[in-house]
């Protein structure tokens, strides 16, 4: 499989995004892993670099609950914001629930990939397949 140049992980919780960045360089899958603490720091670091020339992420590893603004929400301003509107397709919702209400809303909102937590190999493993 060939490495990732960058992946955005935007997570709240301090735990689930250790237990992510380890798996992630576990499995050596990108050059670079950025993160940041909700959407709205996702949204304002994808516009500012977007303007800059800066690379976006390759894929986005998007916490459903979060504080400020949350996945959903995140995955809303996307298509508002005409230079990150194509990022959608990379988006990877990470949850600890079991609501099938955010799956579905997820999912209409165009999101292909919705996992549950902890972050592992083995259910990143598809994902990261559908990129090769």
């Given at each position: 499989m060939k490495k990732l140049k960058k992946i955005l992980l935007v997570d709240d919780?301090?735990?689930?995004?250790?237990?992510?960045?380890?798996?992630?360089?576990?499995?050596?899958?990108?050059?670079?892993?950025?993160?940041?603490?909700?959407?709205?720091?996702?949204?304002?670091l994808?516009?500012?670099?977007?303007?800059?020339?800066?690379?976006?992420?390759?894929?986005?590893?998007?916490d459903l609950e979060m504080p400020v603004m949350d996945g959903l929400e995140f995955i809303e301003q996307l298509p508002k914001k005409e230079s990150l509107a194509r990022l959608l397709d990379r988006i990877v919702l990470l949850t600890s629930s079991v609501n099938p209400y955010h799956e579905r809303t997820a999912k209409a909102m165009g999101?292909?990939?919705?996992?549950?937590?902890?972050?592992?190999?083995?259910?990143?493993?598809?994902?990261?397949a559908s990129l090769a």
């Open positions: 919780d301090r735990l689930s995004s250790t237990v992510s960045k380890f798996v992630l360089e576990d499995l050596d899958v990108a050059e670079e892993v950025v993160e940041v603490g909700n959407g709205r720091q996702a949204i304002d994808l516009g500012r670099d977007a303007r800059s020339g800066w690379a976006a992420p390759d894929l986005i590893l998007l999101v292909k990939w919705f996992l549950h937590r902890p972050l592992s190999a083995r259910n990143l493993q598809p994902v990261l």
